[in-house]
């Protein structure tokens, strides 16, 4: 794996409190628990116009088990959907 993380571009089924912390994820039938929040970032998209714009908020996170990995929600109009990024080189 390089520093960047092994890439993966995969969508995912996150549960959410507050309706948008994420709290696990299921990626290929298997469920990940997250057990910390490492980092997070909105990216806007202000480029386009108000009805075709496309938001992301990226999340860094560790779950159990001591795997980290870069996860994302894709803001859309209409249906929002989450994408597992990369999994990320352990952190220390």
């Keep these: 794996m390089s520093d960047q993380g092994q890439f993966i571009g995969e969508r995912i089924i996150v549960e959410v409190i507050d309706l ?6 299921t990626w290929r039938n298997q469920q ?12 806007l998209d202000l480029r386009s116009a108000w009805y075709r714009r496309k ?15 870069e996860i994302y929600r894709h803001r859309v109009p209409g249906k929002p959907y989450w994408v597992l990024t990369r999994e990320l080189p352990p952190l220390d």
């Design 20 to 25: 948008e912390t994420p709290v696990s994820f």
């Design 32 to 43: 990940y628990k997250i057990i910390e929040i490492e980092a997070s970032n909105r990216r």
């Design 55 to 69: 938001h992301r908020d990226y999340f860094i996170v560790q779950v159990e088990g001591g795997k980290c990995f």
